[in-house]
T-cell receptor
């Protein structure tokens, strides 16, 4: 399968613990995105990378959240000192930017990591 | 906010019927996309319609875009049980930030 993969699929943790999620994008895609989705809502943008550079961060991404994309390949999203309000589905997506093409590209999503903070 | 807003929030129809859901947005766009999400899963891209297009088809899907009214509609014809899912419209805010509405939860009854 050459789609976007996320690991783990489910994570249960206790409040105050740190958690880390991994996303492997489609191999030729240079852009990678993280979203958060709570029950009954649409995904909310958290951050995105162009290759290894983190180019935009949402104000939703508090200082307890950090994302990396070393070498422009896979990405990790870490949440420190988790709170119950962090419980959500964390979605990763990737896309390929094309020179000369404007207007935004199609994003391909992984199955998500569901985080439950007890 | 450029957030797309879907209407209705929930829709329940019989298998074989057509399902129509609508999306409204607030500012100018380059394109609008529709995604489907099965329960507890990731999103699957369905169709992208550019601002200079008025209608687009893909299999049983038909999407329209009216930029003067800042609205789009997604029509699913001859619905099947497998079409049961949440459907989201999404638009770009800035260069790369995709903004989603709350979605329409579609239930197809056998």
């Amino acid at each position: 399968d050459t789609g976007v993969s996320q690991d783990p699929r489910h994570k249960i943790t206790k409040r105050g613990q740190n958690v880390t999620f991994r996303c492997d994008p489609i191999s030729e895609h240079n852009r990678l995105y993280w979203y958060r989705q709570t029950l009954g809502q649409g995904p909310e943008f958290l951050t995105y990378f162009q290759n290894e550079a983190q180019l935009e961060k949402s104000r939703l991404l508090s200082d307890r959240f950090s994302a990396e994309r070393p070498k422009g390949s896979f990405s990790t999203l870490e949440i420190q000192r988790t709170e119950q309000g962090d419980s959500a589905m964390y979605l990763c997506a990737s896309s390929l930017s094309e020179r000369g093409r404007s207007g935004g590209s199609i994003q391909y999503f992984g199955a998500g990591t569901r985080l439950s903070v007890l | 906010s450029q957030q797309g807003e879907e209407d209705p929030q929930a829709l329940s129809i019989q298998e074989g019927e057509n399902a129509t859901m609508n999306c409204s947005y607030k500012t100018s766009i380059n394109n609008l996309q529709w995604y489907r999400q099965n329960s507890g899963r990731g999103l699957v891209h369905l169709i992208l319609i550019r601002s200079n297009e008025r209608e687009k088809h893909s299999g049983r899907l038909r999407v329209t875009l009216d930029t003067s009214k800042k609205s789009s509609s997604l029509l699913i014809t001859a619905s099947r049980a497998a079409d049961t899912a949440s459907y989201f419209c999404a638009i770009y805010q800035g260069a790369q930030k995709l903004v989603f509405g709350q979605g329409t939860r579609l239930t197809i009854n056998p």
